[in-house]
């Protein structure tokens, strides 16, 4: 019914930038808080950012003043725009959304994964 797809991952060199983005289709009729997690080799996923539908946002501490997430409402979008990236930001990197369907229904999505690569 509802599908989350990811963008934009790849390999960077330390200090360098990389842009995410996460669209939301189905039969959507209202999405909540949008955000990401990562989950790097051996550990355990983790929230990096959040966005609700008010705008107010959280990071993880360790990403904040490098990483920005936002969103789309109207076309259903959320995205995180990473910069300065270091090694330890290397993970899969999953789009998340809480989504209510047309049947009503309020349930968490997740999409694929995306990988991020931070190395020289």
């Known amino acids: 019914q509802v599908q989350l797809v990811e963008s934009g991952g790849g390999l960077v060199q330390p200090g360098g930038s990389l842009r995410l983005s996460c669209v939301a289709s189905?039969?959507?009729?209202?999405?909540?808080?949008m955000g990401w997690y990562r989950q790097a080799p051996g550990k355990q996923r983790e929230l990096v950012a959040v966005i609700h539908n008010s705008g107010d946002t959280n990071y993880v501490d360790s990403v904040k003043g490098r990483f920005t997430v936002s969103r789309d409402n109207a076309k259903n979008t959320v995205s995180l725009q990473m910069n300065s990236l270091k090694p330890e930001d290397t993970a899969v990197y999953y789009c998340?959304?809480?989504?209510?369907?047309?049947?009503?229904?309020?349930?968490?999505?997740w999409g694929q994964g995306t990988q991020v690569t931070v190395s020289s």
């Open positions: 998340n959304a809480r989504i209510q369907t047309y049947d009503m229904v309020v349930r968490e999505y």
């Open positions: 189905g039969r959507i009729f209202m999405i909540y808080p």
